[in-house]
């Protein structure tokens, strides 16, 4: 089916136009104060008549390596590829369970056990020809770590919150306590679990799912916020708040989302090295179909008549494009990384005796032993910060920081009244490769530091 042929985007096309109609900056203003507010944030505001339009301005003096805010998600999701290596909490991200079900789960996951590719154990590890050798364990091991029978020395002094099921009973979601299993359901899971306690299209759901992990799990996102603005749509109308029409009520719930900058995905989204400029049209194309595809899945598995304005092509193409113009990688220390250096920092004679246990898990997990949860994620506030070259903050994790919100650190100095930037990109990198980086955001950087280096390149021409 040719994916410019979406019957929705042709039915709703008025009210697809209202939704995806920039806000105006009062309206712009207000849902910041609001959000502010209600956050309890301060030392900051977000303004709409700056320079470039909506930006993040001080409202206090900050130190360098002080902490500017710390911005809770609109939405994110977790990468699929990485739930092989970490157990997280679905809603807040913060790893679950324990150390030892940390690194058995990722040890049985991985594959790495006696029965694996390398043949039956031996005692002398597994010659796989990377660079990175892994020692393969007994089956009955890893399971031991898993339920809890072997305890690993001092995992007790990094403890986890325990694992939390999902409220619909499927196995995709879990959680760090119960109140964050009630805010996921209420916000995004009870619409897109596929759980067997779910009144859900599991089937369709579970289809879903499989094509954007085989695929680009973005979808997953785009997904969660379809999910949470019809949840939102259904509370408002439940509460009678107003008596608002049916389309008012779906505005109003769209309004978080509305706030984020938007382009359609294939018409934004970087070109690749390896696709040449005269085949540009066709990949274009190719992934206006793939998102068309998409779409069509997720309305098989939680299609909603009073919000079908958001089954439009259009309106899937602009979330799924408002992520790739204003995420914020979602990262969160592993700490079984934390657990390891742990180990290695006891004094010779009780890193000698734990290592007798913690060696093999270990050379079982390899170089790649602790890696951090990532994902994606839209970030509110973040979102307004504008680029800068020559930033004077940026996201930040530090050791403290167990969760997904953003953490958004002062590099240097920034005075009362002075507009707070971060870097879209990798600054370090010459003037043109910026400016190139930049255009996949729909423009061209002209900062101090940029326009000193457009002048040099000028003047030595």
């Not at 020692?135 to 919150?161: C, H, V, W």
């Not at 779409?295 to 602009?318: M, R, T, V």
């Amino acid at each position: 089916m040719d994916a410019s042929i979406c019957p929705i985007d042709a039915q709703f096309s008025d009210q697809i136009s209202i939704l995806l109609n920039p806000p105006i900056p009062l309206q712009v203003q207000e849902y910041f104060q609001e959000l502010l507010a209600e956050r309890k944030c301060c030392g900051f505001k977000v303004k709409t008549d700056g320079e470039h339009g909506k930006g993040v301005y001080s409202e206090v003096d900050f130190q360098e390596d002080e902490i500017v805010m710390k911005d809770q998600m609109l939405v994110g999701a977790q990468h699929s590829s990485n739930k092989i290596d970490c157990l997280v909490c679905s809603f807040c991200f913060r790893f679950i369970g324990s150390i030892e079900l940390q690194i058995g789960r990722k040890l049985y996951l991985q594959g790495v056990s006696a029965t694996d590719e390398c043949g039956p154990s031996n005692g002398s590890g597994c010659s796989s020809g990377s660079s990175s050798q892994k020692t393969r364990l007994p089956r009955d091991i890893i399971a031991s770590l898993m339920n809890g029978d072997l305890q690993l020395p001092y995992s007790e002094k990094f403890p986890l919150p325990p694992v939390v099921p999902c409220l619909g009973g499927c196995k995709e979601a879990y959680y760090c306590s119960k109140s964050c299993a009630e805010a996921d359901w209420d916000s995004f899971h009870s619409l897109l679990c596929g759980g067997n306690g779910s009144s859900n299209n599991t089937k369709a759901i579970l289809k879903f799912m499989q094509h954007a992990n085989d695929t680009n799990d973005i979808f997953i996102l785009a997904a969660k916020v379809i999910s949470n603005t019809i949840l939102r749509c259904r509370k408002l109308k439940a509460a009678h708040v107003q008596q608002l029409g049916k389309h008012e009520f779906l505005l109003k719930a769209w309004k978080p989302v509305s706030m984020g900058y938007k382009k359609r995905w294939w018409d934004c989204i970087a070109l690749p090295e390896d696709v040449d400029s005269c085949d540009e049209p066709e990949f274009r194309m190719q992934i206006k179909d793939l998102a068309f595809a998409s779409l069509q899945l997720l309305k098989e598995a939680i299609y909603d008549d009073e919000c079908a304005p958001l089954f439009s092509l259009d309106i899937y193409g602009h979330i799924i494009g408002m992520f790739e113009l204003n995420n914020l990688d979602l990262v969160v220390a592993s700490p079984v990384e934390d657990y390891f250096l742990y180990i290695d920092d006891l004094p010779h004679s009780q890193k000698k005796e734990a290592e007798k246990i913690t060696k093999s898990f270990l050379d079982a997990l390899g170089e790649d032993y602790a890696i951090s949860c990532e994902g994606t994620a839209f970030y509110p506030l973040q979102s307004c910060m504008n680029h800068s070259c020559i930033p004077n903050a940026k996201a930040f994790k530090r050791e403290e920081d167990k969760d997904g919100q953003a953490t958004i650190i002062a590099l240097k100095p920034i005075s009362k009244g002075e507009e707070i930037t971060i870097s879209y990109i990798d600054e370090e990198v010459s003037y043109e490769e910026r400016q190139e980086s930049l255009a996949d955001y729909g423009f061209r950087c002209e900062c101090p530091r940029c326009l000193e280096e457009e002048h040099k390149g000028s003047s030595s021409d």
